[in-house]
């Protein structure tokens, strides 16, 4: 089993900046990827960033540039920094930890940006 804790939302401005982390806890030997999704209302949760445990990563289209993934072994933590924010942004942003055997969310955490 792999528990997930995210921190770090709230409210930013458009053009501002959230660090979001994520605490990982439990079987974390066994992560492969950890990763950041996010669900607007209304729609589908979406792929924003993931991290493998080499640290290779993968970002989406619409933050390529803007946000970054990135990954403390040590503390078993990943982070997802975000800049240039834009209202499009605003969700519930997702932790997220692959094994070879499961998949496993965080509680997610909310962003806000105002238009």
């Known amino acids: 089993q792999v528990q997930l804790v995210e921190s770090g939302g709230g409210l930013a401005q458009a053009g501002g900046s959230l660090k979001l982390s994520c605490a990982a806890s439990?079987?974390?030997?066994?992560?492969?990827?950890m990763g950041w999704h996010r669900q607007a209302p209304g729609k589908q949760r979406e792929l924003v960033a993931t991290?493998?445990?080499?640290?290779?990563?993968n970002y989406a289209d619409s933050v390529k540039g803007r946000f970054t993934i990135s990954r403390d072994n040590a503390k078993n933590t990943v982070y997802l920094q975000m800049n240039s924010l834009k209202p499009e942004d605003t969700a519930v942003y997702y932790c997220?930890?692959?094994?070879?055997?499961?998949?496993?969310w965080g509680q997610g955490t909310q962003v806000t940006v105002p238009s």
């Open positions: 439990g079987s974390i030997f066994r992560i492969n990827v």
């Open positions: 991290i493998t445990s080499g640290g290779s990563t």
């Open positions: 997220s930890a692959a094994t070879v055997y499961s998949y496993y």
